[in-house]
């Protein structure tokens, strides 16, 4: 009779520890950010003479995408590639939009021969969208 019984528990348990695993699985893949559109991210790879050269991993829309606890994040590219790049980089959209995966600072470089240092805040969730000449953030 025992034997039942502690068979029966043992079988409660791990249904109920599955059931536990399935549920933490299943609400994780639904907090999984993605790529709302087509575009790529840049990566840095060391080229001749000590030189940065980047190179851009491209991504389809819709693509999750995870921050890792070493500061990066992962996806993969449209060749299903497993690709890492630091959570401090911009995305970079077909359409020529500009988004960030933490916050950031966009500045206008071209303004500085006119003594202005115009700079924009882009948060995580922002999307600066190209209009014509021009950006407009949409937050």
């Known amino acids: ?6 068979t029966a528990i043992m079988i409660l348990v ?3 520890a599955g059931g ?3 549920f933490g699985i299943f609400r994780n893949g639904e907090k999984a950010s993605a790529f709302w559109g087509d575009g790529y991210v840049l990566s840095y790879e060391n080229g001749e003479g000590g ?4 190179k851009p ?3 389809k ?4 995408y995870k921050e890792n606890y070493s500061g990066t994040i992962s996806f993969k590219d449209m060749y299903g590639k497993k690709q890492e790049v630091s959570a401090d980089s ?6 020529e939009s500009i988004s960030a995966f933490h916050n950031g600072v966009i500045v206008e470089c071209n303004e500085l021969k ?5 700079y924009y805040s882009l948060g995580s969730e922002s999307v600066m969208n190209r209009q014509g000449d021009k950006y407009l953030l949409d937050n």
């Open 90 to 95: 911009f995305i970079h959209y077909a359409d």
């Open 57 to 59: 991993l491209y991504f």
């Open 20 to 22: 536990a695993a399935a």
């Open 14 to 16: 791990l249904l109920i």
């Open 61 to 64: 829309a819709g693509t999750r």
């Open 114 to 118: 006119k003594g202005l240092l115009n």
């Open 1 to 6: 009779m025992s034997k039942k019984i502690y």
């Open 51 to 54: 030189a940065v050269v980047p």
